[in-house]
């Protein structure tokens, strides 16, 4: 018992309850259930101290980001399932034009971050930190806008969080996001049929 109540300690139980919503959050954003942003409101609230505590300021710091881009998504993806004719709230593919705007700038919100982590902070990771705190800032848009290549972005960012948190000792969140890297595979796969049926669906 002396030995679970060790193990449970305060940072402990919000990586667990982080890890639950987070479950909750993979299975509302496969089925691309709005409800998803519900869950995306909650886990900021619940991380924020366990990044803190990890040391990964940028992770902490993009909570704030999350917890905007939730309110924005929700209202998004509402709209558009009200109004089909709005092809914004659609799933929808990002397109070239999309993509060639978007990589240099994911690329300088990471040189930007890096700098920040590497002069400013006692982080010992900034550079994956950096990488996965500036692709989350990317997918996240992308999910907002219900782009399907947003699950490509997101299997980037699980890959590397799940070495980055078993090595800041969050086992945790080091297996959720080795579900979500799997899980993001057959997201893709799902997201592409739901993109299919939306387009043969008569408009009302």
Not at 163 to 190: N, S
């Amino acid at each position: 018992m002396t030995e679970i109540i060790q193990f449970l300690t305060f940072d402990r139980v919000l990586e667990i309850i982080g890890f639950l919503v987070g479950l909750l959050y993979l299975y509302w954003e496969y089925h691309a259930d709005p409800k998803m942003w519900f869950a995306n409101i909650v886990m900021p609230t619940v991380s924020f101290w366990v990044y803190y505590r990890a040391g990964l300021y940028a992770d902490f710091a993009m909570n704030c980001y999350y917890f905007v881009m939730a309110v924005y998504g929700y209202i998004v993806w509402t709209l558009g399932l009200r109004h089909r004719s709005s092809a914004a709230k659609a799933i929808t593919h990002l397109g070239i034009k999309r993509l060639a705007v978007l990589v240099p700038c994911a690329l300088a919100v990471y040189a930007a971050i890096a700098y920040w982590l590497v002069c400013w902070t006692d982080s010992t990771v900034p550079y994956w930190d950096a990488f996965t705190t500036a692709m989350s800032i990317v997918a996240t848009w992308m999910l907002a806008r219900k782009y399907v290549e947003q699950w490509w972005a997101w299997i980037a960012v699980d890959a590397v969080c799940v070495g980055l948190y078993w090595y800041k000792d969050r086992p945790f969140y080091a297996l959720l996001y080795l579900l979500y890297t799997v899980i993001a595979f057959f997201g893709y796969a799902k997201w592409r049929r739901l993109m299919r049926e939306d387009s043969r669906r008569p408009l009302p």
